[in-house]
């Protein structure tokens, strides 16, 4: 899950899954583009969770 509050624009996770997030120009801040990421994302994920600097990522389930 993304935390908006948390979330600072940095587009980290942009860079390491662009499938997974995309970044909303007008609020400067993260989309999420798959709410549950498959098998193949998953390590693209973990690695946004990583660099994310605001630690506005978590990982469910
Ligand atoms: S890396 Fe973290 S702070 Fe930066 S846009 Fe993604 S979720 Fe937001």
């Known amino acids: 899950m993304l935390d908006l509050d948390t ?3 940095y587009a980290n996770c942009v ?3 662009p499938e997974v997030f995309d970044i909303d120009e007008e609020k400067g801040t993260a989309i999420l583009l798959q709410e549950t990421p498959d098998d193949s994302q998953l ?5 946004a969770v990583r660099q994310c600097p605001t630690e506005a ?3 469910e389930g």
């Open 7 to 9: 979330c600072q624009g």
């Open 15 to 17: 860079m390491v899954a």
């Open 43 to 47: 390590a693209a994920v973990e690695e």
């Open 57 to 59: 990522i978590s990982l």
